[in-house]
């Protein structure tokens, strides 16, 4: 089965990143032919400073690596070296109705807030569906913040093969359960934009304060917590063995421990947890040769699969 899904380079990536999206990446790649990429497009409508985005780009390529996606299973490249997407965008931007992306959420959330939202925004989702559409992907493991992008791809798909006949392959989201949507350090959904993010890579020490500052309640420490309604133990609950997991839980049920306490465990889980692929981004990047290479290698196959699918949309619409 074709797997498909991509990561903007906006940023250093996170845990809702690994936990949510990557994690599945990686074990989807060991039985399906997986295609993962990295969405400087999407990205160009945040980071406005070449330098940065170029930056970030490398980045997210040495991120995958070092978190263990597998070149030689996988296909990794980046979304703007396969043109054939922005050209398939506009084939699905004139069947794209504006009620529709009126109604996604980034664009809206946006508008809410009366901050200023440009085209590039408002059609994000039509170019998210060319991204998934021109590999014929058939599952896009996401968090579930991209759910509602990725039904949106199936309506674009379903009322272009309506129009033009069977064109597209409908595909389907899939989202992990323990972490469709990964708590941040207040609380709220881990996000970029939130500030609240716990990075996967960075210096460690700096990445302890982060843990040892997220926001808890006030309540006593004898009273008996339910686990699963802290974001704290659910943070702890991603980077821990089931046997910790589950000590931890029951202290919760029992009542009687402090924050820090767990605090704690959740910055030790983590290093042991991201301590391996730390050591293989500092390896990569004594290497960026390869990391080009792999890059190069996988735009070349990518470009091939999107210029059959974009063809096959052309001439049922009667551009050819
Ligand atoms: P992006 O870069 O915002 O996020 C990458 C992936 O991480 C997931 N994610 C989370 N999962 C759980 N909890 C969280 N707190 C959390 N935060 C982020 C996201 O759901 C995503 O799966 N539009 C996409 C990139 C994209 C794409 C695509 C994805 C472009 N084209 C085609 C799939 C298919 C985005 O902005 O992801």
Redesign the pocket.
């Known amino acids: 089965m074709r797997v ?5 380079p ?1 940023g250093r990536p996170h845990w ?2 690994f ?3 990557i994690r599945q990446y990686i074990s989807l790649q060991e039985e399906h032919d997986g295609f993962y990429f990295i ?1 400087d497009l ?1 990205a160009l409508t945040t980071v406005r400073d070449a330098s940065a985005l170029r930056q970030n780009t490398l980045d997210a390529a040495l991120d995958l690596l070092a978190l263990g996606l597998d070149p030689q299973r996988a296909t990794l490249f980046v979304q703007s070296r396969v043109p054939e997407v922005s050209e398939l965008c506009w084939l699905l931007m004139t069947g794209a109705g504006m009620g529709l992306l009126e109604r996604c959420h980034a664009y809206k959330e946006k508008k809410a807030k009366g901050l200023p939202a440009d085209a590039g925004l408002f059609t994000y989702p039509v170019l ?1 569906s060319a ?2 559409l021109a590999y014929d992907a058939e599952l ?1 493991p ?5 759910v509602q ?1 990725v039904e949106v791809c199936r309506d674009l798909a379903g009322s272009f093969n309506h129009t033009f006949g069977d064109v597209f392959k409908l595909p389907k989201a899939q989202v992990m359960t323990d ?4 708590p941040g350090t207040d609380g709220q ?3 970029k934009s939130y500030d609240n993010t716990l990075p996967l890579f960075g210096d460690e020490k700096q990445i302890r304060k982060m843990i040892m500052r997220i926001v808890t309640d006030s309540r006593p420490m004898e009273e008996p917590k339910v686990p699963e309604d802290d974001h704290l133990f659910q943070l702890y609950r991603l980077v821990a063995p089931p046997a910790d997991v589950e000590a931890m839980a029951e202290k919760y049920r029992r009542g009687g421990f402090g924050y820090g306490e767990v605090k704690k465990g959740v910055a030790d889980a983590s290093e042991a947890f991201f301590g391996a692929a730390r050591q293989r981004r500092r390896e990569l990047e004594q290497n960026l040769d390869y990391v080009t290479q792999v890059l190069d290698q996988g735009a070349e196959k990518a470009r091939g699969e999107a210029a059959a699918v974009l063809l096959r949309a052309q001439k049922a619409c009667g551009l050819r």
């Open positions: 498909l899904s991509g990561i903007q906006t809702g990143n936990f949510g999206a969405a999407h998210m991204d998934i896009v996401v968090g579930q913040d991209q992008h972490a469709a949507k990964v959904k881990m996000s």
